[in-house]
């Protein structure tokens, strides 16, 4: 059968309006200790199949309330996350805490009281400077998935190194390199790391707003701090806790000699984007989008670096 535009017109106004809508998020907590589950991100980019729902998301139950590390793209994915963690733990959400700003893992934030919401100052500070361009950009590729939301600023900056819930223990590391400010959670009970998108596992590290050196020193922190599993940013739980912080580490160092070799050599971004990927990284997914687009993230600063202007004072 071959639909006219006028038949397709008439039909898709006939809908309810709930079928045009986004379907909902499928939200699924894996248990990983005693209190701590994880909702594992789709793999792959942001994209209108997945409703942007690509990042990991930790939920902890502790004696005062459920707390959640990062809360998804958008208001529909929050309240969902909401429901189904209050449901798990028996109850309400008391602190939401986002790990950085990219739009993947705090958008949602939108859905909760700015009281409870909290993340680093530079965190804050980036999401005022940058945040409406995030949530232009996740409409303008998700559209109705993001109905509803807006950026609202985390209102509970953390000063402190530690949060201490009726007993319950979160460590808070003040880290950076992914982005300006990233934050890492050690639960003290169960010794479970939370990264954040300081750490990917198997899919490669993105880099809109990396510092390298900033990034390995972070990771360099992680890797000295006792810890038992670790809830990486994308990818799978990594239930040694090493694994993933040491492929992390060894992408990045790859991505920036090789990257500063091209430069070097003169390689335009093209060229860059089509270095050959050392065979130990077959198993990461995404390696040739994220190394085109690390190129076109890091190559004006890599550039800046190694050919200064002449007439410039360093
Ligand atoms: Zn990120």
């Given amino acids: 059968m071959i639909l006219s535009r006028r038949t397709l017109i008439a039909g898709v106004a ?4 709930a079928a045009l809508a986004a379907p909902d998020y499928a939200i699924l907590p894996v248990p990983l200790a005693d209190g701590v589950w994880m909702i594992r991100g789709a793999d792959g980019p942001i994209e209108p199949a997945n409703g942007g729902a690509i990042a990991n998301i930790a939920i902890i139950a502790t004696p005062a309330g459920t707390v959640l590390i990062d809360c998804g793209p958008s208001v529909r994915y929050a309240r969902a996350l909401k429901a189904v963690a209050e449901k798990l733990t028996g109850m309400p959400v008391i602190r939401v805490y986002l790990t950085h700003l990219h739009p993947d893992h705090g958008l949602g934030a939108a859905a909760f009281d700015p009281a409870i919401v909290s993340a680093l100052p530079g965190t804050i500070d980036a999401l005022r400077a940058a945040g409406q361009g995030y949530a232009d950009a996740m409409y303008r590729i998700l559209n109705d998935w993001m109905r509803g939301t807006d950026v609202v600023l985390p209102g509970k900056p953390i000063t402190t190194d530690a949060e201490l819930f009726g007993g319950r223990s979160l460590k808070l590391l003040a880290l950076s390199g992914h982005s300006g400010a990233d934050l890492a959670i050690l639960d003290e009970r169960s010794g479970l790391l939370i990264g954040g998108d300081l750490v990917f596992h198997d899919p490669a590290p993105s ?3 990396a510092d390298l050196p900033r990034w390995r020193a972070s990771l360099d922190r992680l890797r000295t701090l006792p810890h038992g599993g ?3 940013g994308h990818g799978p739980f990594d239930a040694g806790g090493t694994a993933s912080i040491a492929q992390t580490r060894d992408w990045l160092n790859w991505l920036d000699g090789a990257l500063t070799q091209a430069v070097a050599e003169g390689l335009d971004m093209v060229e860059a ?3 050959p990927i050392p065979d130990h ?3 990461m997914t995404a390696a040739r989008y994220e190394l085109q687009r690390s ?3 890091l190559y004006p600063v890599i550039e800046a670096r190694l050919l200064p202007r002449i007439d410039m004072p360093d």
């Fill in 14 to 17: 006939a809908l309810p309006v």
């Fill in 207 to 209: 880099t809109p707003t």
């Fill in 230 to 232: 670790l809830v990486p």
């Fill in 273 to 275: 984007g089509e270095l």
């Fill in 281 to 283: 990284f077959a198993t």
């Fill in 295 to 297: 190129v076109s993230h």
